[in-house]
């Protein structure tokens, strides 16, 4: 197995460092205190075409390997997890299903969310519905030609500035999920009240109710009860993709408490020098790389066309754990100075906890490698 990477996968590596190192690193305390969304940032983000990656150029994207999307992914994270979080979630689950399934009339929305210009976002947890899907209670009553969606989400990333959403619900004639395109614009979409959340904090989110919103037949993308179906089509890559973000943080985290036990000197050496802090810093560097090489072969799996469900939660599973683990670690070399806002450490800890959420929580993922595993 080649672990090089291309050269083109080098350009998209370099081109998206630069950019966080020049454009989001600078920003990334003020986009934490102020939790609020970073649009200036989002949509310079879009001119590099991040949204467009796991697209085909023929639906106006540039149709990039996965490994090139977790690269980019990583990159952003080490910067931002507020901006990356936001970012993953227009380049992929906001979109993916209004490409796979939306006609003429819908495909501008999608051109123009590729380009930025447009924010999605997408509706599946409930108040009484999260890693149980089938517990949904929103539900679409079904009519000659249109449908009519009430019910009530939770957890909705970009809410507050989004334009349209992908919104999972029942039918009154099928108890499996459909899938619905929604505008904000429409009568009866309500945002409700914003989280005030530990971590990510500039990526907003908040609850949204739908009150007797009528759609037209073609806002049902798919079919009547596919969603679940739908779903599992995209899974493994948000789930890698969620990895991309745990190693990203991560990297950010280690890098910095890497630099700082070179430079921090007490009992007249650098405290690298000494032992205790020489095996916290290679512990994480042997978390960390573990986890980026797992994340690169899951991967490749999705490049390859193979399967990956199992290898997508493990990559996953193990990441986020690591990126929990090692920020950890990371604010110990720093000791008091990892519990100061004067440094980023503590946003790291914070903002790594979403990564145990995102994609699946580590219980339920290790449930589902179980069920892989024939147990």
Known sequence: M???????????????????????????????????????????????????????????????????????????????????????????????????????????????????????????????????????????????????????????????VADFFTVFAKTDNHEQ???FFVPTNLEGVVIGKSIDKLGVRGSVTSEVSFDDVKLPQNYLLGEIGEGTTCLREVLAEIRIMTAALSVGVATAAFEDAVEYAKTRVQFGRPIGKFQAIRLKCSDMAVQL??????????????????????ESMIAKLYASECANSICDTASRVFASYGYATEYPLQRYLRDARFTLIGGGTSEILSINIGKELGL
Request: some cysteine; overall charge negative.
């Open 289 to 310: 790389e573990t986890a980026r090489h797992y994340l690169f072969y899951a991967a490749s799996l999705i490049d390859r066309d193979l399967p990956r469900q199992k």
């Open 177 to 179: 999920l459909s899938i």
């Open 2 to 160: 080649d672990f090089e990477l291309n050269s083109d996968q080098e350009l998209i590596q370099k081109t998206f460092r630069d950019f966080v190192d020049k454009e989001v690193k600078p920003q990334a305390d003020k986009i934490d205190e102020r939790k609020e969304f970073p649009m200036e940032l989002f949509r310079k983000v879009a001119d590099l075409g991040f949204f467009g990656m796991r697209y085909p150029e023929d639906g106006g994207g540039s149709g990039t390997d996965a490994i090139s999307y977790c690269l980019a992914v990583i990159e952003l994270a080490r910067g931002s997890l507020s901006l990356a979080a936001a970012c993953t979630m227009q380049s992929l689950m906001a979109t993916y299903f209004l490409y796979r399934f939306g006609g003429d009339e819908l495909r501008k929305y999608f051109v123009q969310a590729l380009k930025g210009e447009k924010i999605g976002g997408i509706c599946m947890t409930e108040p009484d519905a999260g890693s149980d899907l089938n517990s949904m209670r929103t539900k679409a009553n079904v009519f000659d030609d249109h449908f009519v969606l009430n019910g009530q989400k939770t957890w909705v990333t970009s809410a507050p």
